[in-house]
C-alpha cells in the first residue's frame, strides 16, 4: 500500500528566506503532483511530474521528482507572504490501480 | 466550463440520514473521485471512477457507495451519516491519457462540501 510522508508538516519562516519541502513515498512511481490550498478553499494544481529528474519552476517554487529516491522537493526561493497556503504533494499508484493517494500536506506560514 | 462543481455547498445532518453530495463536471473527463479533508489528515481517497460504468474503491470507503451512469456525474452517498463522517468532501476530474494507466495531467478539483453530522 501506497504511503506518502510530507515533511515538514508545518513551517513558519521568514520573508526572503529559501526553504524545501519534502515529499517521500514507499512504493514505485513516476509521477507526482503538488497542488496548494489556501485557508477555507479548494486545491489549485501547481505541479506536474512524470518522469525521473522532472524538474519545474513557477515564479518562486520549483519542483522536483527523484524516482530512484522516491522522494519529490518543492523549493521556494525568496518566500512572500503570499506563498503562505497548505501545500500537498499526491503520488499516483502504478500498476493499473488508477490510485492518487495524498500526503498530509504542508501547511506554510511566511512571517512578513 | 463551469469545471468541476458540486453541490450543496453546506450540509447538516443528523446521525442516521442519508444524502447524495452532488458532483459534475462539463470537461468530458473519464477520471473522477471523491475525497475527504479531516485536519491534520491530508486528502484521502474515497472513491474513484475510470470512466462511466466503472467504479473502484479508494484508501477510506466505508459508509459510502457512487456510481457513474454518465461521464458528466459522480455523486457520493452517505448511506447512514455517522458523526465521524463529518469531513469536506472533495471532487475531482482528471483526463485520462491511456488505457495501461497514468495520467499526464492533474486532477481538477471542486470547490467542497462541507459536511456536519450531529
Known amino acids: 500500500e501506497l504511503k506518502v510522508e510530507q515533511n515538514p508538516l508545518f513551517l513558519s519562516m521568514q520573508e526572503g528566506k529559501n526553504y524545501t519541502i519534502y515529499c517521500n513515498y514507499s512504493t514505485t512511481s513516476d509521477r507526482l503532483y503538488w497542488y496548494r490550498q489556501d485557508p477555507g478553499k479548494s486545491l489549485e494544481s501547481l505541479f506536474v511530474l512524470l518522469s525521473n529528474g522532472a524538474v519545474k519552476q513557477e515564479g518562486r517554487l520549483m519542483a522536483s521528482l527523484d524516482t530512484k529516491a522516491r522522494l519529490s522537493t518543492l523549493h521556494i526561493t525568496a518566500a512572500v507572504h503570499d506563498l503562505s497556503a497548505t501545500y500537498f504533494c499526491a503520488v499516483e499508484v502504478m500498476n493499473r490501480d488508477d490510485k492518487i493517494i495524498f500526503g498530509k500536506g504542508t501547511r506554510l506560514h511566511i512571517l512578513p | 466550463n463551469a469545471g468541476v462543481t458540486q453541490t450543496p455547498k453546506f450540509q447538516v445532518l443528523k446521525t442516521g440520514q442519508s444524502m447524495t453530495l452532488q458532483c459534475a463536471q462539463d470537461?468530458?473527463?473519464?477520471?473522477m473521485s471523491w475525497y475527504r479533508q479531516d485536519p491534520g489528515m491530508g486528502l484521502r481517497l474515497i472513491h474513484y471512477?475510470?470512466?462511466?460504468?466503472?467504479?473502484d474503491q479508494g484508501e477510506v470507503p466505508n459508509g459510502y457507495n457512487v456510481s457513474r451512469s454518465t461521464t458528466e456525474d459522480f455523486p457520493l452517498r452517505l448511506l447512514s451519516a455517522a458523526p465521524s463522517q463529518t469531513s469536506v468532501y472533495f471532487c475531482a476530474s482528471s483526463p485520462r491519457i491511456s488505457t495501461s494507466g497514468g495520467f499526464s495531467d492533474t486532477q481538477y478539483f471542486g470547490p467542497g462540501t462541507r459536511l456536519t453530522v450531529l
Open positions: 470537461m468530458n473527463h473519464e477520471y
Open positions: 471512477s475510470v470512466g462511466a460504468g466503472i467504479t
